[in-house]
């Protein structure tokens, strides 16, 4: 029988994300993520087939694929919006990620940037930071209630990592694609994940910012484990030390980046189209 239980559900909204709310997941063994034997399928079509990808706790591993590998499968698996129809994916050891709800697993310490940004484009930098400091209290509470200097130390902390100190007081919809891209990893640095996935961070963005970019996802990892979802090849370059490729819903190749760049298969099926 051809199985077709691979559902979508759509984002809910306003979920609330709360830093202190942060399980902590159990990463003795140095893994933050384990997707075990997890297939997905639409319709018959298998967008997942028997995915096997462990992260390594504080690593930053990119994601590479060709269009339809998986890659956003994949993500929308590990944050509960598409559901498997086997399989195991669990945050640490033990926390089942497959009995947790995308709120709560945003709650749990995962966050996902999509591609594109989506700050609030009529508040400033800073009231952006803040509102997501307030998590489910909500814009109302956030815009009446006086910050603790402990919340503003957190803020200042974060405008620095994202080097938008300077551009604090500015209208988020005055920034460029870069740095509104940079302050909506910042806002989600608020809620204190454990785990971030990033997809397509650079797409759009200038050489220069890309360079950015590149240097603010390095020093994010350590203190948080990043997986970047990236077609754009110099980038994975620059910042990967290991690179997974993902091919018809399965890892076709793991290793670093010259180890995959002289895999026979990933040369056929992938960097094959970028050079051929
Ligand atoms: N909700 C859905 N219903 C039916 N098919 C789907 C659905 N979501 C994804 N697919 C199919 O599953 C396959 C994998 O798609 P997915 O978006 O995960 O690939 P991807 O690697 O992210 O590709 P891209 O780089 O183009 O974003 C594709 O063939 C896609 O058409």
């Known amino acids: 029988m051809i199985a077709t239980t691979g559902t979508t559900t759509p984002p809910k909204q306003g979920s609330p994300i709360l830093a202190e709310e942060n399980i902590n997941p159990d ?17 018959g079509f298998k967008a997942l087939n028997d995915l096997n990808l462990y992260i390594n706790d504080g690593e930053l591993r990119c994601l590479i694929g060709a269009n339809g590998a998986g890659k956003t499968t994949l993500m929308d698996v590990i944050t509960g919006k598409t559901r498997p129809d086997v399989g195991k994916v669990s945050f640490g050891q033990q926390v089942d990620l497959l009995s947790l ?34 998590g489910d209290k909500g814009i109302i509470t956030s815009l009446f209630h006086k910050l603790s200097s402990e919340q503003k130390d957190r803020i200042a902390e974060i405008l620095k990592t994202i080097g938008l100190t300077p551009q604090e007081k500015q209208l988020a919809g005055a920034l460029s694609h870069g740095q509104k891209q940079w302050l909506e990893i910042g806002m989600l640095l ?11 961070p650079v797409a759009g963005m200038t050489a220069q910012e890309t360079e950015r970019t590149a240097e603010l996802l390095t020093s994010l990892a350590g203190e948080h484990s990043v997986v970047v ?7 994975v370059r620059s910042i990967a030390r290991k690179v997974t490729v993902l091919h018809q819903g399965s890892v076709l190749a793991e290793g670093s980046m010259s180890e995959i760049q002289s895999n026979p298969d990933v040369i056929q099926v992938y960097l094959g189209e970028e050079q051929g």
């Not at 990463?27 to 319709?43: A, K, M, N, P, Q």
């Not at 749990?108 to 800073?126: D, H, S, Y």
């Not at 608020?190 to 397509?200: F, G, K």
């Not at 979802?229 to 980038?235: G, L, R, S, Y």
Request: aromatic share 8%.
């Open 190 to 200: 608020a809620a204190q994940p454990r785990l971030l996935l990033v997809d397509e």
């Open 27 to 43: 990463t003795r063994h140095g893994v933050i993520l384990y997707v075990e034997d997890v297939s997905v399928s639409f319709d």
């Open 229 to 235: 979802v990236e077609h754009d090849m110099a980038f």
């Open 101 to 134: 709800s995308e709120a709560e697993i945003a709650r749990a310490g995962i966050g996902r940037k999509f591609q594109k940004p989506t700050v609030f484009e009529n508040l400033t930098v800073f009231e952006n930071l803040e509102l997501s400091l307030a």
